[in-house]
């Protein structure tokens, strides 16, 4: 069981289903044809019940929930590649919004994003987190349960006025480090960034709903917005990561995934992060195959994201990148050695000249090892490319329950 994701002439590079869950990454710089190969794989997997996440930082994957058919290019693509007979349609898209203005509202809580995310979005240096770490201490003895930053406020002057009380139980409490992590709790209050974080927090169970047909559901966060504020985005991002990977049983191997996100952006969320977060993530993407959930990291650059991680990214889509400088020519170079070989092609040379929509493709074959790369191309979608114009997707207000099960 597979899906037909580019063709090199007559030959066709398919992604197998029962490999979707071994992780994989989609590269290349702007403009090369990356969210096509995203959109192409986002409906392959829900044509065959497997539901989707995927965060849209530009705008134009709302287009998935309406049939394509409409665009020249995509015909003559078609048409070029030998593919004629082609049913274009919409697919099942259910839309997600912090800010809950494009999609249904989508938040979490203080309490569950835990103190090494906080740490991060806060700017923390290692002695206030741990301090931060002493309130969520006291939150856990004293069942305590903060949801948004106005209770981390209050928690914080409360165990300013009972910290002799509090220290016997959770060591010396430094009133220099609560006053810090007070004033970059109001910081990002004042910047806005305190959207995130609500008394009701998002069911990761939401992502798992399937339309009526038995097609996986589309799940799009809208993050045109939310991009902006890159350590907000990459902190919902990898408190998503980790609310799956701590609440999901362990399922084996399965014939296809449970579940597939893409991480659009991926650098955001190691930028700036410490060594003991990145290995955590690490550990979160080796260990997500058994629980039956595939990850795809998107980026402009794979070397942005650690070797570890890197590693772990069986199934792989290289568009073109761009060499101007020295540094630049290096980084095609590290790139062009984590392909398996192919002979008759340099891999280097090959990523400074692929057109708009060609790849460097290699997937994982049956038994586990990545096939020979090979310069193809994607196939187009069949959904429609850009933005929706008819407004069919899920909106704000609308029960996800009513329409899907």
């Given amino acids: 069981m597979s899906m037909l994701i580019a063709k090199k002439?007559?030959?066709?590079?398919?992604?197998?289903?029962?490999?979707?869950?071994?992780?994989?990454?989609?590269?290349?710089?702007?403009?090369?044809?990356?969210?096509?190969?995203?959109?192409?794989?986002?409906?392959?997997?829900?044509?065959?019940?497997?539901?989707?996440?995927?965060?849209?930082?530009?705008?134009?994957?709302?287009?998935?929930?309406?049939?394509?058919?409409?665009?020249?290019?995509?015909?003559?693509?078609?048409?070029?590649?030998?593919?004629?007979?082609?049913?274009?349609?919409g697919n099942p898209v259910a839309m997600w919004d912090v800010y809950g203005q494009k999609g249904s509202v989508l938040k979490t809580s203080v309490h569950k994003v835990g103190p090494m995310l906080l740490s991060r979005l806060l700017n923390l240096s290692p002695a206030q987190e741990g301090t931060l770490l002493q309130l969520y201490k006291i939150c856990n003895i004293y069942d305590i349960l903060m949801h948004n930053l106005n209770d981390v406020v209050s928690l914080i002057q409360t165990?300013?006025?009972?910290?002799?009380?509090?220290?016997?139980?959770?060591?010396?409490?430094?009133?220099?480090?609560?006053?810090?992590i007070q004033r970059s709790l109001l910081q990002l209050?004042?910047?806005?960034?305190?959207?995130?974080?609500?008394?009701?927090?998002?069911?990761?169970?939401?992502l798992f709903c399937k339309a009526?047909?038995?097609?996986?559901?589309?799940?799009?966060?809208?993050?045109?917005?939310?991009?902006?504020?890159?350590?907000?985005?990459?902190?919902?991002?990898?408190?998503?990561?980790?609310?799956?990977?701590?609440?999901?049983?362990?399922v084996g191997d399965m014939d296809k995934p449970s579940l597939v996100l893409f991480f659009d952006e991926a650098h955001l969320m190691f930028t700036d992060a410490p060594a003991v977060l990145k290995e955590k993530i690490s550990k979160m993407v080796r260990l997500m195959r058994s629980k039956g959930v595939g990850i795809y990291f998107v980026s402009q650059n794979?070397?942005?994201?650690?070797d570890d991680v890197l590693a772990q990214l069986g199934n792989r889509v290289q568009h073109s990148m761009r060499a101007f400088t020295p540094k630049e020519q290096k980084a095609i170079n590290t790139i062009a050695q984590t392909f398996r070989i192919n002979p008759t092609l340099d891999i280097e040379t090959a990523i400074k000249e692929l057109k708009t929509g060609e790849a460097l493709v290699s997937f994982l074959q049956e038994d586990g090892s990545p096939a020979i790369t090979e310069k193809a191309m994607i196939i187009p979608p069949v959904s429609r490319i850009g933005?929706?114009?008819?407004?069919?997707v899920i909106v704000p207000g609308e029960s996800l329950e009513a329409v899907f099960n």
């Fill in 9 to 89: 002439g007559n030959k066709e590079l398919k992604l197998l289903y029962g490999m979707a869950n071994r992780h994989g990454l989609i590269a290349g710089s702007t403009g090369s044809g990356k969210t096509v190969t995203l959109q192409v794989m986002a409906e392959n997997f829900s044509r065959a019940g497997v539901p989707v996440f995927m965060p849209d930082i530009k705008g134009d994957l709302t287009g998935l929930g309406e049939t394509g058919g409409n665009n020249i290019k995509v015909t003559e693509r078609f048409t070029s590649m030998g593919i004629n007979d082609v049913f274009y349609s």
């Fill in 159 to 180: 165990v300013e006025a009972n910290s002799d009380k509090l220290e016997p139980k959770v060591g010396r409490i430094s009133k220099m480090s609560l006053g810090t």
């Fill in 189 to 206: 209050e004042y910047d806005g960034e305190d959207v995130l974080f609500d008394h009701v927090s998002f069911s990761t169970d939401k």
């Fill in 212 to 250: 009526p047909d038995g097609r996986g559901v589309i799940n799009i966060l809208s993050a045109e917005k939310l991009i902006n504020s890159s350590k907000l985005y990459s902190t919902l991002m990898l408190w998503l990561m980790t609310e799956l990977y701590q609440n999901l049983p362990e």
């Fill in 302 to 306: 794979p070397g942005d994201i650690p």
């Fill in 387 to 392: 933005a929706a114009v008819n407004g069919s």
